[in-house]
């Protein structure tokens, strides 16, 4: 088998600019299947970190439960029926007890209970209509990263402080250090300074959200104990969906999943990825074709030599082995000529933590470097049987005679 090597090789070698061509083709295949999958998988990540880093990865709401029916157990009449009522609220009653335990589960960065609930926001005679939301003290930025998007002032909260953001800011011609009203849906309201602004870049969050301490929204709320949901935020988003039937399996509680919400973006990213497949195997069917046919071409070039070979006793299994060595050896080289101008080129794009809208989103990790290389390697070598069979089938006396 190391004779049909040295063959192989002499024969690539023997057609010194066809083998560059057929070489700089397949690294050209290469370079379109690695930077597809950095290009397809840096701006999956990228959206993902866009659209979910700064929600809850898992959710517990707490949610009203319907009246209680009494019926007559004889006859199945409603003795008693009693409305759902629109100004009872729900909230969740253990939520000190169950904060600790979805803490120590693996996987989980940060828990952070909250109450929240809808009011009003009222400085001379301009009305603004906020949602409203307690966070403990030293958590502020534990699911949104609001420490990354103050504009002025601080993230911190604490009696008598709320933090709010800049398009509401600007609407009501607020500054760090104003007062304002704050009324809740439930009539109480609290006097507060504004010592902090956000600016997260979205309408209506900035115009509509503002941050309270938790013993300040329990006062709104006219919540004594208890909070209205608890917000978790994991170290790989990805796990979600496992983690949050872990939580409900410990608390009892309905843990939800962003991917529930986000079923939409979910959706487009495993179209986008099914988009990227189909151009990769396009990349890897023009490998096949050009490999091929050019071992084809050989192949009727070389019918003599081939004929020369059978007749000295060469066996069909030698032959065939020649050939598929030069489409591996093909393969092999452009495979990683590919790869070695794919990672040069990819080193100009910023890094993964460095990414922004302005800039293309290509993380260099999503790649496939080796994956690339080793399925150039196998379809060569598979593209290179037909080509192979076709040698083996060479009559010796009708090639010599030719």
């Known amino acids: ?18 083998t560059a061509l057929l070489v700089l083709g397949v690294a050209l295949g290469v370079f379109i299947f690695i930077f597809m999958s950095a290009l397809i998988g840096g701006l999956a990540n990228f959206i993902l970190a866009s659209i979910a880093g700064d929600l809850s990865h898992v959710s517990i709401v707490a949610e009203v439960e319907d009246p209680a029916l009494l019926l007559d157990p004889n006859a199945g009449q409603i003795l008693l029926a009693q409305e759902k009522s629109a100004v009872r609220q729900a909230f969740l009653r253990d939520a000190a007890i169950y904060a600790p335990m979805i803490a120590a589960l693996p996987g989980v960065v940060a828990v952070s209970p909250q109450i929240t609930g809808s009011g009003f926001i009222t400085r001379g005679g301009q009305v603004a209509q906020v949602a409203i939301n307690g966070v403990e003290p030293g958590k502020e930025s534990a699911i949104v990263q609001l420490d990354s998007y103050i504009t002025a002032g601080s ?11 800049q398009t509401l800011a600007d609407d009501l011609d607020l500054t760090v250090g104003d007062t304002i009203r704050l009324d809740s849906a439930q009539g109480i309201d609290a006097l507060l300074t504004v010592s902090g602004i956000y600016k997260i870049g979205q309408g209506g969050f900035d115009r509509a959200t503002a941050y309270v301490s938790l013993d300040t929204a329990r006062t709104l709320m006219a919540l004594p ?36 919400q986000g079923a939409q973006v979910m959706s487009a990213l495993q ?16 490998i096949v074709i050009g490999i091929a046919s050019s071992l084809l071409l050989s192949t009727y070039r070389r019918k003599a030599e081939i004929g020369i070979m059978r007749a000295m006793g060469a066996s069909r299994r030698f032959v065939v082995f020649v050939f598929v060595s030069q489409g591996a050896l093909v393969g092999l080289l452009g495979g990683l ?18 990414a922004h809208p302005s800039v293309m989103p290509i993380d260099i990790h999503e790649g496939a470097f080796g994956l690339a290389v080793l399925l150039t390697v196998t379809i060569a070598t598979l593209a290179a049987i037909l080509p192979a069979r076709a040698a083996a089938r ?9």
């Not at 060479?394 to 030719?402: E, H, K, L, M, S």
């Open 225 to 260: 104990q208890g909070v209205t949901r608890i917000e978790i935020k994991l170290a790989d988003l990805m796990t979600a969906d496992a983690t949050a039937l872990r939580i409900s399996a410990i608390t009892g509680l309905k843990a939800k999943s962003w991917t529930e």
């Open 155 to 165: 993230v911190r909260l604490g009696t008598g402080l709320t933090i709010i953001g």
């Open 271 to 286: 179209a986008q990825g099914q988009t990227g497949l189909l151009l990769k195997t396009f990349a890897m069917v023009s």
């Open 337 to 354: 000529l590919g790869a070695g101008l794919s990672y040069i080129v990819l080193q100009a794009f910023p890094p993964r933590d460095a």
């Open 394 to 402: 060479v009559d010796p006396v009708t090639a010599i005679g030719q």
């Open 1 to 18: 088998m190391l004779y049909a090597l040295k063959i192989a090789f002499r024969y690539l070698l023997s057609s010194k600019a066809q």
